[in-house]
């Protein structure tokens, strides 16, 4: 490691890291350009990365904090399955990589141009399909209390052999699935982004050679694995704990904690989950793979902005979690709300507890924010024919830097909106409202950011699925800050709960007010 260190210098790293991740970004503005549903293409619901030859995460876009923190699962479950050079795979399943079953992952195992045998590294691209099949369009299901009820599960297949399609397991999917056109046009836009990834990295493989490709490649990672320690240096000896819940499984309304424990010792970061709850019988359950993604987030917003984010980050990072746990969910858990809502709690407990950790050893300047709308607010529409998903902004918390934005994705979702014209083009349904919901952030000496009002009217009858959090309890401000506005749903101004499903008819209006995010620090007046 120290002769790999000594070879490059920062500019060289600086050059190579930001490379590397041009070619991530590369592989996501063809997926973006290619796709077919607004879901994909509009709100880039999306993610692309690139491993080495031992699956280890190189680069990734700055696309979903959610999707990249738990692909390397994806990887490795590729890996297992006796990966060949020129394969490509497909996989949702939760306990083998995947996330939640919307998530389709894509892995093409990229050969040497001029070594057919040898197998030199991998791109991913996992993207949100707006409908895998199972009980209810769009397959976020409402009450679903098993994993087979949320859509088809796919475990890793192959569906290239050595370059050669295999259009039966093709066929499989899109047999399963409410709307197999777009299904198929999203799932050829992410073997293009594969693709784009797969001649990029065989091009800087030609180019450096395999010994200099992997001496920058170990060089890169040992260095932001230096940066992440050296500010949890910063850190040494600090204690800490927060707790907070989710409202309800979908099943019953039944409050579910979430407990974070943090320790900082020999410049490591360890989480443990013990006190969290126990697997639930709604879908608010999570694999493994989920809570490593929001501890990795929460690990890399600590750092400076420059860090790259590769597979150095959780290098840092000792995870526990109790092995019956909703943050370990087991099939046949239902998990379809946990990569959404129970990834957002667990970065909003994950940021609390470091917030206390700092404080015990009187550290009090961490670009911590106070928690933000703690919800991605999922919204599915959909009837015969047609299905229609996305996740809306709101508040983000206030912070030591400044007041929180209005009116974005917070934590673990970095999605875009759909835009109005796109949605009505592409569904039965119009927007009336599309406003910034004012007042709803906490005050503060950093105020938090505002919500979003955002109306839906059905041009045909329709069922509408709410998956949504902070509807109850308000997200909390931080160092002195008060809280945030609650949201609200309601159909026709009836008040609806934050997890359900309802029946629409032409003309219904379906309303969603988000959460604002809590302020920061203690407001002079």
Not at 283 to 303: E, G, I
Not at 336 to 342: D, K, Q, T, Y
Not at 461 to 474: F, Q, S
């Amino acid at each position: 490691m120290t002769s790999t260190r000594a070879r490059f210098d920062a500019l060289e790293l600086t050059v190579f890291s930001q490379g590397v991740a041009m070619l991530a970004e590369e592989m996501g503005g063809l997926l973006e350009r290619s796709s077919i549903s607004p879901n994909i293409r509009e709100r880039r619901d999306a993610s692309c990365a690139l491993f080495d030859a031992d699956g280890r995460m190189v680069a990734q876009a700055a696309h979903i904090p959610v999707h990249l923190g738990a692909m390397p699962e994806s990887v490795a479950a590729v890996r297992a399955c006796g990966a060949a050079p020129g394969d490509v795979f497909l996989l949702n399943d939760p306990s083998h990589g995947g996330s939640h079953l919307p998530d389709l992952t894509m892995v093409e195992v990229i050969a040497d141009a001029n070594d057919a045998q040898r197998i030199i590294g991998y791109a991913a691209v996992r993207a949100h399909h707006a409908d895998v099949g199972g009980m209810s369009p769009g397959s976020m299901p409402f009450g679903a209390t098993e994993l087979f009820q949320e859509g088809i599960i796919v475990p890793p297949v192959r569906i290239e052999r050595g370059g050669v399609a295999q259009d039966d397991v093709m066929r499989l999917v899109l047999a399963n699935v409410r709307t197999p056109e777009e299904r198929e046009g999203d799932l050829r836009a992410q073997r293009a982004a594969c693709a784009a990834g797969r001649t990029g990295w065989q091009a800087l493989y030609a180019k450096l050679g395999a010994d200099a490709l992997g001496d920058a490649v170990n060089a890169l990672l040992d260095y932001t694995e230096r940066r992440v320690r050296a500010r949890l240096e910063l850190l040494e000896g600090a204690q800490g704990r927060a707790a907070d819940a989710l409202e309800g499984d979908g099943v019953s309304d039944a409050s579910i904690p979430v407990v974070v424990h943090v320790r900082v010792q020999d410049a490591t970061l360890h989480l443990d989950l013990t006190g969290t709850s126990p697997a639930v019988r709604g879908n608010v359950n999570a694999p493994p793979a989920v809570a490593r993604a929001a501890a990795v987030f929460v690990l890399r917003v600590l750092c400076d902005d420059d860090v790259p984010v590769n597979d150095g980050v959780a290098r840092a990072l000792a995870l526990t979690i109790p092995d019956d746990c909703v943050a370990n969910a087991k099939r046949p858990s239902a998990v379809a709300a946990g990569n959404v809502e129970l990834s957002q709690r667990m970065t909003d407990v994950c940021f609390a507890a470091l917030s206390a950790a700092a404080a015990s050893i009187g550290v009090h300047d961490l670009p911590i924010p106070a928690c933000g709308q703690g919800t991605m607010n999922n919204v599915t529409l959909g009837a015969p024919g047609w299905s229609f998903y996305e996740t809306l902004g709101g508040g983000q918390g206030g912070s030591a830097r400044g007041d929180g934005p209005d009116a974005v994705h917070v934590g673990m979702s970095n999605t875009r909106n759909t835009p109005v014209e796109s949605l009505e083009r592409a569904y039965p349904l119009r927007v009336v409202e599309y406003s910034v919901r004012r007042g709803s952030g906490g005050a503060g000496a950093s105020r938090g950011g505002d919500g979003i009002v955002r109306r839906y009217q059905a041009m045909v009858p329709c069922t509408a699925t709410l998956l949504t959090e902070r509807r109850r309890v308000a997200p909390p401000g931080a160092n002195g800050g008060g809280d945030a506005q609650p949201g609200r749903n309601l159909l026709n101004g009836d008040v609806l709960p934050a997890k359900c499903r309802v029946n629409m008819k032409a003309g219904d209006v379906l309303t969603l007010e988000t959460p604002g995010g809590g302020g920061w620090g203690f407001r002079n007046s």
